[in-house]
């Protein structure tokens, strides 16, 4: 018995190949640049969400900035007005607070960094101490100019996350002391990150060292903690960045 030869498939016709050369042609371009829009949208929606952040974080920033140099104002100008004697500090400090209710405290030091009135007064069972381990003595006592301080854990009235503004006492040239007035970190930061929430973004603001004054609920940090390897850094002379900024979930 003979074996038998299947068919061959017959070839295609002219007409199925002209067919599917007109689909492809058809297609393949209209996919193509549905796929160069779909690119081009996420390009665009990528860039104003960067556009967003940059801006909200340009305004949150000179808002605080703002904010807190009219405290330092306002230490400068009580340290330039008073004397290094101790009578009348205990009043001239209570009425800087109640101008500037956001210090929680306030007080005066010699030059040797000893505490000679505050307000609010410790209680009486306040171990005696001095500051001249604290950044807002330390830094006017070298250059006799008013400072701003990185954050800090206050100690003699509590626990607070604070910042410190502090400007030096001068007589005839020589340092003799600091006025300074401790800021709550909450009480230039709780509005703001609650605004920006809504927003559906997140806050952190970090000190000159890189510590974390703040992070709002969606941020993974913690008060002090140490972020310089994770955001940018900004130069303050020329304003542009040092780093590339890193954008995160």
């Not at 001239?92 to 009135?117: C, M, Q, W």
């Not at 604070?162 to 002391?177: H, I, N, Q, R």
């Amino acid at each position: 018995m003979a074996d038998t030869v299947p068919d061959a498939a017959p070839p295609p016709s002219l007409q199925r190949k002209f067919t599917t050369a007109v689909i492809l042609a058809a297609v393949l371009p209209a996919v193509g640049l549905g796929l160069a829009d779909q690119v081009a949208a996420y390009r665009s929606q990528a860039q104003y969400l960067r556009d967003r952040v940059e801006v909200t974080a340009a305004l949150s920033g000179a808002a605080v900035d703002e904010f807190v140099q009219a405290k330092l104002s306002s230490v400068g100008l009580l340290a330039d007005l008073g004397t290094v004697k101790v009578e009348g500090w205990g009043a001239r400090l209570e009425e800087l607070r109640e101008r500037y209710p956001h210090f929680i405290s306030a007080l005066v030091t010699d030059g040797n960094g000893k505490v000679l009135a505050m307000s609010p007064e410790p209680p009486a069972d306040t171990p005696s101490s001095g500051v001249t381990d604290r950044e807002y003595f330390r830094v006017p006592q070298r250059s006799h100019r008013p400072f701003v301080s990185d954050a800090f854990v206050g100690r003699r009235l509590g626990n607070d996350a604070l910042v410190a503004v502090s400007a030096p006492l001068m007589e005839d040239g020589k340092f003799m002391g600091v006025v300074e007035g401790s800021i709550p970190v909450s009480s230039f930061v709780s509005v703001r990150t609650s605004g920006i929430q809504r927003r559906g973004m997140e806050v952190l603001i970090v000190d000159r060292s890189r510590h974390v004054i703040h992070a709002s609920d969606g941020i993974p940090y913690t008060f002090l903690q140490d972020v310089s390897d994770r955001v940018a850094s900004v130069d303050p002379a020329s304003g542009r960045r040092s780093t590339p900024a890193v954008f995160m979930t």
